[in-house]
């Protein structure tokens, strides 16, 4: 009975998905056509996993765009509370860039909309051989810009620090396809050390980062 409830609920999830061009209810906007098939089951209540490769990521209305293998597309909806692991690392979901291909682990919110708490990089542009070219979009907003500040709290684990400028605090997130000289020198940054780094930003307060200026 449990297993025929579970199988219920996906396909209302996929049912819902396959909506093309009618608006959706909450902060994900158009579906845009396509249906997105869970491609299994991970356990009661989970709603299914999606596999598919980045469009692109709205952090202002918060949803992923993606399109599946059959070359259907979707929008799921992520929040802050969204992980997304590569290679054993987590990462923000700005991380994310258009070429990635992903494992979502997608349900429903409690206004039906499709939600995904887990992402994971099954391969990231870079492994498949194609060029890093980000995968965040804001309605063409979002220029590279050059910043410079003293460095505030830091973590290592989620590829995040406090960037500390005149203007005020803002975020700074790595994606997983830096250069392993900024990477290295993320590890090697300490609280009050000054820095200049390229980057754009993504949201309030939020920037996502380019490269590190030496």
Do not use: H
């Amino acid at each position: 009975m449990k297993a025929r409830i579970l199988g219920l609920r996906l396909a209302a999830l996929a049912a819902m998905l396959s909506a093309t061009g009618c608006a959706q209810a909450g902060a994900i906007g158009d579906i845009l056509g396509g249906v997105l098939a869970p491609q299994g089951q991970q356990g009661q209540g989970q709603g299914g996993q999606v596999v598919g490769e980045v469009i692109g990521v709205d952090t202002r209305q918060q949803y992923i765009q993606i399109r599946t293998q059959n070359g259907q597309t979707g929008n799921v909806r992520f929040d802050q509370n969204t992980r997304v692991v590569y290679q054993q690392r987590e990462y923000n979901v700005t991380a994310l860039e258009r070429g990635d291909v992903i494992a979502l682990q997608v349900q429903q919110d409690q206004r039906g909309n499709a939600y995904t708490n887990y992402i994971q990089v099954q391969q990231s542009v870079q492994d498949r051989g194609g060029t890093s070219q980000g995968g965040t979009y804001n309605g063409g907003a979002g220029n590279v810009q050059r910043f410079s500040g003293t460095v505030g709290n830091i973590d290592t684990q989620r590829g995040t620090f406090e960037l500390r400028t005149q203007n005020g605090a803002a975020l700074v997130a790595l994606p997983y396809g830096v250069s392993a000289q900024d990477s290295q020198r993320f590890r090697s940054l300490r609280n009050g050390q000054n820095v200049t780094l390229d980057g754009r930003f993504v949201a309030q307060g939020r920037i996502e980062f380019q490269r590190f200026i030496y």
